[in-house]
């Protein structure tokens, strides 16, 4: 993959851009090994990683908005402009696949018709931060304007129907506001300006709703090799009862139903929960709940007998921390499947549960261009 962004220095995101594709696999992989072989993973089954394409893969665009109502640029902030003024147009970035690339043109002249000033960082002034579009695999999608307060609603709702028009695959349209002047992409408050307020996502036979403020794998083809797995472990593992700490809208817990058992959901997003039990209500999966609650916090207050066979967990980069670490060490739980995304807290939350043992490994490739990757080890109790 080649960008002319890259080249001329106005984005260093992809930092490893350039490299050829599969060179870039092969030192993941090389990494993670050293990582977790420390730890045990050497007497794993290591499984050939998974790779998706390099590029057109990410189905979700964070965009700054820069420039003028007249002219408004989407993109992010030049990083060689220290004052934060000068914006980058990205709406060509290779990363994303055309179809989405198309909705940019629509929701740049948007901001013009609704009169949207974008804010201006080093002035503190105007109201539209951000644009963020996730395109489903059906070509419908979600759009989100981050705003500073909700004096633009009105105008947003009023012209709502010329964007339906010049965007045909508009499903759900939405405002966030977001008043403090910080590097935060989101705030609290999500007024829904559509009748729909989910975007269906087809992944494995399933349509996960995503509402608005729900975190999904930013690679679609990649997060589906990955349920894929991980209910092919679980499915070896026949456990009755089952817990997916840090669920997001269910992927992993929706993945691994099965009649006769028992599946719980944990996340603290309240969005999130309510997206992953409207997907199981309307799939008829029976045998699932989910729960808004702090992933360590649920496990902790567990009666000792009501401990599960296996457990899913999908921390952020974090990792999932010394107590849920201790947790796992001590409950007895014969099965866990962990997928991470940073394999420095993968091993050291392995290294804190001793008794759990890796049996298998499997490095995929969510991350293309970066030095990220997604990795999912399956580990058994000795």
Same mark, same amino acid.
């Given at each position: 993959?080649?960008?002319?962004?890259?080249?001329?220095?106005?984005?260093?995101?992809?930092?490893?851009?350039?490299?050829?594709?599969? =060179?870039?696999?092969?030192?993941?992989?090389?990494?993670?090994?050293?990582?977790?072989?420390?730890?045990?993973?050497?007497?794993?089954?290591?499984?050939?990683?998974?790779?998706?394409?390099?590029?057109?893969?990410?189905?979700?665009?964070?965009?700054?908005?820069?420039?003028?109502?007249?002219?408004?640029?989407?993109?992010?902030l030049d990083h060689r402009d220290h004052s934060g003024a000068t914006g980058v147009d990205l709406t060509d970035c290779g990363l994303?696949?055309?179809?989405?690339?198309?909705?940019?043109?629509?929701?740049?002249?948007?901001?013009?018709?609704?009169?949207?000033?974008?804010?201006?960082?080093?002035?503190?002034?105007?109201?539209?931060?951000?644009?963020?579009?996730?395109?489903?695999?059906?070509?419908?999608?979600?759009?989100?304007?981050?705003?500073?307060?909700?004096?633009?609603?009105?105008?947003?709702?009023?012209?709502?129907?010329?964007?339906?028009?010049?965007?045909?695959?508009?499903?759900?349209?939405?405002?966030?506001?977001?008043?403090?002047?910080?590097?935060?992409?989101?705030?609290?408050?999500?007024?829904?300006?559509?009748?729909?307020? =989910?975007?269906?996502?087809?992944?494995?036979?399933?349509?996960?709703?995503?509402?608005?403020?729900?975190?999904?794998?930013?690679?679609?083809?990649?997060?589906?090799?990955?349920?894929d797995q991980v209910a092919a472990w679980v499915d070896e593992a026949a456990p009755a009862r089952l817990w997916d700490l840090y669920c997001g809208v269910g992927g992993f817990a929706l993945h691994c139903a099965a009649p006769g058992r028992e599946v719980v959901g944990v996340e603290t997003s309240r969005e999130a929960v309510a997206s992953a039990a409207l997907t199981a209500r309307d799939a008829g999966l029976e045998g699932m709940r989910f729960v808004a609650d702090d992933a360590t916090s649920f496990a902790l207050a567990s009666a000792p007998d009501d401990?599960?066979?296996?457990?899913?967990?999908?921390?952020?980069?974090?990792?999932?921390?010394?107590?849920l670490a201790g947790w796992l060490e001590a409950s007895g739980v014969r099965d866990v499947v962990y997928s991470s995304c940073n394999a420095v807290t993968l091993a050291r939350d392995l290294a804190a549960m001793p008794s759990l043992r890796p049996t298998h490994v499997r490095p995929l490739d969510m991350f293309p261009q970066t030095h990220h990757y997604e990795v999912v080890t399956r580990l058994t109790r000795r």
């Open positions: 993959m080649q960008c002319p962004h890259f080249d001329a220095g106005e984005c260093r995101s992809c930092a490893l851009m350039g490299q050829p594709y599969a =060179t870039q696999v092969m030192d993941k992989v090389a990494r993670c090994r050293e990582l977790l072989d420390a730890v045990g993973g050497g007497e794993a089954v290591w499984l050939e990683p998974f790779v998706g394409p390099e590029s057109g893969f990410r189905n979700k665009a964070k965009m700054v908005v820069t420039g003028s109502v007249d002219a408004p640029v989407l993109g992010i994303y696949p055309v179809s989405l690339q198309a909705a940019f043109g629509p929701l740049a002249a948007f901001v013009t018709r609704a009169g949207l000033v974008p804010y201006d960082v080093p002035t503190r002034r105007g109201e539209l931060k951000y644009v963020i579009v996730t395109q489903a695999p059906s070509g419908e999608v979600m759009v989100r304007w981050v705003l500073r307060s909700q004096e633009p609603v009105a105008r947003i709702r009023k012209h709502l129907g010329w964007l339906r028009g010049a965007l045909p695959g508009l499903a759900v349209a939405s405002v966030n506001v977001q008043p403090e002047h910080k590097a935060i992409l989101e705030g609290d408050l999500e007024i829904v300006l559509t009748e729909r307020e =989910t975007l269906e996502m087809r992944v494995g036979g399933l349509d996960l709703h995503l509402r608005p403020q729900s975190f999904f794998q930013t690679n679609t083809l990649v997060a589906q090799a990955l349920y401990v599960p066979d296996l457990v899913v967990v999908n921390p952020p980069r974090r990792g999932i921390g010394s107590e």
